[in-house]
C-alpha cells in the first residue's frame, strides 16, 4: 500500500481498515499519513485530512512502555466512522 501519488480516501480508508485488522504495524501506518500530512504542497478535503490527522499519531504510548493512547476498539469505531462519513 504504496505509491507516489496523492491518496485518495479509498487508500487512506484501506490503511485504516489494515491497522484495524492487524495487516500493518500502527507505526506503519503513522509514517505513512504523516508523509502525506505534512506535505504542505497537497491539498486535502475536510473529510481525507480529519482521518490523515487520527492515522497520524496512531502509534502513540500512553507512557514509555503503557499501551497505546488509542485502542484497537477506538481505531475500529473511527474506521465506522470514516465509513458513515463517506456513506453521506
Request: hydrophobic fraction near 40%.
Amino acid at each position: 500500500m504504496s505509491g507516489t501519488d496523492q491518496p485518495d480516501l479509498d487508500e487512506i480508508e484501506r490503511w485504516f481498515a489494515a491497522v484495524a485488522e492487524g495487516r500493518v504495524s500502527r507505526d506503519e501506518a503513522d509514517r505513512w499519513a504523516g508523509r502525506w500530512l505534512l506535505d504542505d504542497d497537497l491539498g486535502w478535503d475536510a473529510l481525507s485530512l480529519w482521518a490523515l490527522g487520527l492515522l497520524y499519531g496512531i502509534d502513540l504510548p500512553v507512557g514509555p512502555e503503557g499501551p497505546y493512547l488509542h485502542d484497537d476498539e477506538q481505531v475500529r469505531e473511527w474506521l465506522g466512522e470514516l465509513r458513515r462519513r463517506r456513506a453521506r
